[in-house]
């Protein structure tokens, strides 16, 4: 028995596989070999029922026992399970070859914490023809990445590829909490914020051999799934960049209607002021709700320091956001007092709207504001208490 400590552990989930889990396997150990890599190969079996466990098990994989569902809980249970600082996944259907180990391995000794597969020609990989869905190929996967490049800053070409190799530490330090397909994602999305050293290596992806047996990816579910972690993931998108847009649109439109601006034919009134104030609420609501997220995720340990929640942080105390309350509380006041002592000034009768509503909409919604931002305050201050 050879005792030499591993260097890679390669962990291929695998759920009713049989077909190809022993192909898969032979080829990664017949790849450490070849190159004299000190290795292990490992099945993490998430409740096959087709011999795939067996087959594994003859070609020399160390077979551990994943009982929870899921491609993420498959994974982390095999990762769990491995014995080395590298670690390399793929699937077990038979589409990536694992007989191209060795370049995932040259990445990681030179320091790389996560080396992405890139299947898609963008990155300089291949697709062998009927190895991805037209729909896959051309709009989901393409769309998906620019959304990753987009929100998160990751110059991955290929977010869903899951041939990777990752070090122990990294994926320790990322703290993964997905347990279905977005398991995968998740750890892009880590990488980037907690800004890991990471290269993306071109490779084929081949026709799997299931010969007609459906995949387990189910392509609007995990779409959506995936979507949803991107929004989860990222405050300021979810909320931050809507709020601020929408306060700021609020804020012009009420600015402009208190002034009765004239745009083309038609004089924004106090039915503009009216929806102005809603979206400059919604918007204000929204931005705390991303401060909110962020403190959150912070506390938790879902994401690291980042620039805007330390900047924040700086300017932000309880006392300051109350006084400021304090203020556009009292102002908005005044504008409603004016227009009570007019109206008790005239009788209490009836009263010019298209001239009181100019100064009560204003005034109702600056003291509804300082009334979200001082109740905002308090829950910012609760939920950073454990952070500072």
Known sequence: MNNTPPEVSVV?????????????????????????????????????????????QKAGARVVAVPRKGYGHALAGGIAAARAPFIIMGDADGSYDFSQLEPFVRELRAGYELVQGCRLPTGGGRIEAGAMPFTHRWLGNPALTLLARLMFGTRIHDVYCGMRGFTRAFYDRANLRCTGMEFATEMIIKAAQMGARTAELPITLRRDGRKGRPSHLRTFRDGWFTLRLFLLCSPDWLFLVPGIGLAAAGAAGGFASFFAVHVGAATLGIHTMLVSSLLMLVGTQCCFLGIFAHTFALVKGLKPFGAFIAGFYRIFNLEKALIGSAIVALTGLCLIASVFLDWRAHGYGPLAYEHTLRVVIPGVTLVALAAQVSFSSFMVSILSLESK
């Open 12 to 56: 291929i989930p695998c759920l009713n596989e049989a077909l190809t889990v022993g192909a898969c396997v032979r080829e990664a150990r017949e790849a450490l070999e070849r190159h004299g890599i000190a290795g292990e190969v490992i099945l993490a079996d998430n409740g096959s029922t087709d011999g795939s466990p067996e087959e594994a």
